[in-house]
């Protein structure tokens, strides 16, 4: 790449640290983050002290290490603005009132493959079963988070710290039509909700053109044809994510870099047809158990903790 662009004045970064230095450029005001995984967390927290706008797209940065991210964006006046279409929606409704006069957050799921499976259905299920998503078109990691539910479970936990609202205010709902993408519960017992198609590039603009709004390519909801909404509240015994989020955000500290280390790799495992769908939560369980989370937040010892993580889950599924 570097002979190929030899004869032009261009500069060719490579690495993890080309990227801290792009998030650090005086030219750049704005961050769009969107890097799977602890890799990520370096460049996002460079841009965050040096006062960025951070877009956020993937869930990690404020997953395992919201405290770190959000005392940077305090100090620095960084502002952080999600383009995950949940917290795009949350964050659009939260418009409607005061951050003190929000009673409830809810976010809603498509509920993936297996929303109406029970817990014994959903013993046996095959990776193909779990990679047909019945709504969004994505990648094979996301699709099996939606399966299992663990992308609500870390939707949990990151809602948590980008809206300053403590776990207990935040539910989950299945909203099999995908046309509410969440909604806000006010204390006068108002409910906003924000509607769309379900296509990324409503949220991806909105973060990009903020607090401005454009015409953009995506087509309006067409209720009448749609018809119907249909809500209805996970169970916990099937998508065993949503509980664990919580006790996971009340632990602190390095419990959620676990949390999604863990379910990172076993979803690498389940893909690789090493282990069964249901045992992506049991290595995760496994890990959380044995991990003790302690009070740190200091980015060495959250790559440590990812880094153990992952180690536990691929030893564990060798030997299973």
């Keep these: 790449l570097v002979d190929l662009v030899s004869d032009l004045d261009v500069e060719v970064l490579s690495g993890a640290e080309s990227l801290v230095a792009l998030a650090e450029l005086d030219e750049v005001d704005t961050v769009l983050t969107a890097i799977v995984g602890a890799v990520g967390l370096p460049p996002v927290l460079a841009a965050a002290r040096n006062g960025k706008r951070l877009a956020i797209a993937n869930k990690e940065p404020l997953v395992i290490a919201g405290e770190l991210l959000v005392e940077e964006a305090k100090k620095s006046g960084s502002e952080i603005l999600p383009v995950d279409s949940e917290h795009s929606a949350i964050f659009q409704a939260m418009q409607a009132g005061k951050p003190g006069e929000v009673a409830k957050i809810i976010l809603t799921a498509s509920g993936g493959p297996f929303r109406e499976f029970s817990a014994n259905e959903i013993q046996d299920v095959t990776l193909e079963q779990a990679l047909a998503h019945p709504t969004w078109d994505m990648g094979p990691k ?52 924000q509607l769309g198609e379900p296509d990324m590039c409503l949220p991806i603009q909105y973060a990009l053109t903020y607090p401005d709004r454009h015409a953009s390519p995506v087509r309006p909801p067409q209720l009448a044809e749609i018809g119907s909404l249909n809500f209805a509240a996970p169970d916990p015994k099937v998508f065993r994510a949503l509980p664990l989020a919580y006790e996971v955000s009340r632990a602190g500290g390095t419990a959620p870099v676990v949390f999604n280390a863990a379910n990172e790799r076993a979803v690498e495992e389940f893909l690789a047809g090493r282990i069964k769908f249901v045992n992506i939560l049991e290595l995760v369980e496994h890990c959380l158990s044995n991990h003790d989370a302690g009070t740190g937040v200091s980015l060495e010892e959250l790559l440590e903790a990812d880094g153990w993580a992952r180690r536990q889950v691929a030893a564990t599924a060798c030997g299973a």
Excluded: G, Q, R, Y
């Design 142 to 193: 996301i699709t099996i988070d939606s399966a299992t539910m663990m992308n609500k479970a870390l939707e949990i936990i990151e809602a948590s710290w980008l809206f300053d609202v403590p776990v207990e205010k935040i539910e989950v709902l299945i909203h099999p039509e995908s046309i509410v993408h969440s909604l806000v519960e006010f204390v006068d017992a108002s409910v906003i909700a």
